[in-house]
């Protein structure tokens, strides 16, 4: 093996580590969306078979979906600044790749209220207070035909009051919020914001394609080479050898390894509907 294949070998291993680490990054933001409305099922459906509604009950639900709410943002937060080093580190600050994710985060900042307004939250949760002032529970009737229902909704508010008269919350955004009303429903929002995370993520695969299939193509070719010569042993690696005198030997070694390769795949089948999630809700109302 040529020196430059050997180079080609180490810089797809790279790459390929780099695409994986986005990737488990933005997994761990759609995990922290999943338990946020898990929570919020689970209140509602605990709601439905208890009759515990004392004020400290309440406050335990606020804050059992506070906590569940900071979670996701600090993943938000992780996911947008860890990328942007990534593809520094990788491609370079003036490449194509750095200068579009600050581009497209951008545009979703100056385009959505909810963006906006989810990344001031983000802040006043980190420095000043809980985001979650409300949480307003629901009774309807749910008709369909001669089949009758009682829906049970439950619905996380922030008060546009509060936020107002923090000195330290972003004032344009609270003049923002101001015309929607006293109380602003926050879960429509965040899954606004979740969907425009999920944009600008597969933006960014989009950007990095080309090269990662190349990637894996050189990182594959080489694992072949290695089982045809070594079989099938999991501890492959590959050996360079730098110089040699009388008394040592230099060399430099990298791994062998497609299994990364396979769990990036994985989890970009699994995040396919990262681009759609403000319009589906699960129910668990029966079919007519």
Do not use: C
Not at 88 to 107: C, D, N, T
Not at 178 to 194: A, D, H, L, N, S
Not at 218 to 238: N, P, S, Y
């Amino acid at each position: 093996m040529t020196e430059a294949e050997f180079d080609s070998i180490v810089r797809s291993r790279q790459g390929i580590a780099a695409a994986l680490s986005i990737e488990e990054k933005f997994n761990v933001v759609l995990e922290n969306f999943r338990e946020y409305e898990l929570e919020l099922l689970s209140i509602a459906q605990s709601r439905l078979v208890f009759s515990q509604n004392d004020w400290s009950r309440i406050q335990d639900d606020i804050h059992t979906v506070n906590r569940r709410l900071m979670n996701l943002l600090s993943a938000i937060r992780l996911f947008l600044d860890h990328v942007d080093r990534e593809l520094h580190e990788l491609y370079g600050p003036q490449s194509i790749p750095a200068q579009v994710f600050s581009e497209e985060r951008g545009k979703e900042y100056d385009g959505r209220l909810s963006f906006r307004t989810m990344e001031a939250i983000r802040n006043y949760t980190q420095h000043r207070s809980f985001p979650v002032h409300e949480l307003s529970f629901l009774l309807s009737a749910d008709t369909d035909g001669n089949n009758r229902h009682v829906r049970h909704t439950i619905t996380p508010s922030l008060s546009v009051a509060s936020l107002q008269a923090d000195p330290k919350f972003k004032k344009s955004v609270a003049a923002e919020l101001k015309p929607i009303g006293k109380m602003v429903q926050i879960t429509p929002m965040i899954r606004e914001y979740v969907e425009s995370i999920g944009r600008i993520h597969v933006k960014t695969r989009s950007l990095m394609a080309a090269d990662v299939e190349t990637w894996d193509a050189t990182m594959e070719q080489a694992v072949g080479r290695g089982k045809a010569f070594f079989g099938d042993d999991l501890g492959i690696a590959l050996v360079r050898i730098e110089g040699q005198d009388e008394e040592e030997t230099w060399t430099s070694t990298t791994d062998l390894f497609v299994d990364s390769i396979h769990r990036r795949r994985y989890l970009q089948g699994r995040s396919s509907h990262a681009e759609a999630l403000a319009r589906h809700y699960v129910s668990s109302k029966p079919n007519p």
